[in-house]
């Protein structure tokens, strides 16, 4: 069901931790499932993504997509690191049993509210960023419902 790379970032997750004065902080939940993401960046004054750090209270997809995402965002500017969605994410684990995509989500709105604070906190505006929801599946409601 799952891919290899997806099994062995589960087993080994790259870049779980925190950062202590981090340049910004996210934390975005989902309520289907209630799992939690929260994401640390560490930004230099080159905007480049010197480090980046996450924790999860989420399900083994969560753990794989975020610990590829941080992976894929570490060292590259704010705007790379935009560029990061979670269809990147999940191409890059070599796909995710459709029902396991939303978790995939998590990560990607996980560094967008990360970049959001960072943004917030700098006076800045980062081109495409828009502000983050607090639950993921905010206006998907309808298409969602199950009778
Ligand atoms: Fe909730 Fe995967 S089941 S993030």
């Known amino acids: ?5 997806v099994m062995e970032h589960f ?3 790259r870049n779980v931790g925190e950062i202590e004065n981090a340049s910004g902080v996210g934390t975005v939940g989902n309520a289907k499932c209630g799992d ?3 994401i640390y960046l560490d930004i230099d004054e080159n905007r480049i993504i010197r480090d980046v750090k996450f924790k999860t209270f989420g399900c083994g997809a969560a753990v794989a997509t975020s610990s590829m995402a941080t992976e894929l965002v570490k060292g590259k500017t704010i705007e790379e690191a935009m560029k990061v969605t979670n269809r990147a994410v999940m191409e890059a684990l070599d796909g995710l049993p459709p029902v396991k995509v939303h978790c995939s989500l998590l990560a990607e709105e996980a560094i967008h509210a990360a970049l959001w604070d960072y943004a917030e906190k700098h006076g800045i505006k980062i ?3 828009e502000k983050p929801k607090s639950d993921i599946h905010e ?3 309808e298409e969602e419902e199950e009778y």
């Open 139 to 141: 206006g998907e409601e």
């Open 127 to 129: 081109e495409g960023l």
């Open 36 to 38: 939690i993401m929260r």
């Open 11 to 13: 087993q080994n997750p």
């Open 1 to 5: 069901m799952y891919s290899e790379k």
